[in-house]
């Protein structure tokens, strides 16, 4: 049986991918593609190659996003129900990018950005968010169990109602956040600094 051929931008119509006439883009080779403000609602990009691609502003609802998107912009991206469960976010850009019921559990998000980002609800559920940047972000009832938050900063963060249940978060920055009724039983917090954190109604056992 002969291989499939490879789908390569040299292979791919991208226009028609931009308006969302491509729906399986499962295994496409498309590192650094600019896709930005293209509609890419419930479009499969399983496994695909997406390194350093602009998707900014790119609607991505409902889309399969458990791919390569090592330092790819996905600022203002309508990301709502997108599944990234295990996908590879290292350094990418989330800032201002639309959330809802959207799973990152088990995905690399060391050094991602989602500073002043709605995340209320997001499932990071052992996900590596190890030097990530969530300052100021809304993270109200976001499931962090057995996540990594080893020096990420969540300064002033919402963290209200939150499960960080054997959450690692050495040396994490939660300088001013809001804490109030977040689960912790079983976290790491070695050297986190929580200096002007509010901790009131919370569960956080060392």
């Known amino acids: ?12 119509d991208i226009s028609a991918i931009r308006n969302g006439q491509h729906k399986a883009l499962k295994d496409a080779h498309l590192p650094g593609v600019d896709l930005s403000g293209a509609q890419l609602a419930a479009v499969d990009f399983a496994k695909a190659n997406l390194a350093g691609a602009n998707l900014a ?15 790819a912009n996905l600022g203002g991206a309508d990301l709502r129900e997108a599944d990234l469960r295990n996908a590879e ?20 998000m060391a050094g991602a950005v989602f500073s002043q ?9 052992g996900a590596d968010l190890r030097g990530a940047n969530l300052s100021s972000a809304n993270l109200q009832q976001a ?7 080893s020096g990420a900063n969540l300064s002033k963060a919402n963290l209200e109602e939150v499960n960080l249940s054997g959450a690692i978060l050495r040396g994490a920055n939660l300088t001013e956040a809001n804490l109030v009724c977040a689960a912790g039983e079983g976290a790491v917090w070695d050297g986190a600094c929580l200096d002007g954190a509010v901790m009131t109604g919370g569960i956080l056992e060392a």
Request: aromatic share 10%; with cysteine; hydrophobic share 40%.
């Open 89 to 108: 976010l290292q350094g990418c850009v989330f800032i201002e990018a639309r959330f809802h019921q959207t799973s990152f559990a088990g995905a690399f």
């Open 143 to 149: 499931d962090f169990s057995h996540a990594n938050l």
């Open 57 to 71: 502003g790119a609607n991505l609802q409902h889309s399969n996003l458990r791919s390569n998107l090592r330092g």
């Open 1 to 12: 049986m002969n291989a499939s051929p490879e789908l390569t931008p040299s292979s791919l």
């Open 117 to 125: 980002t709605d995340l209320s609800s997001a499932d990071f559920r």
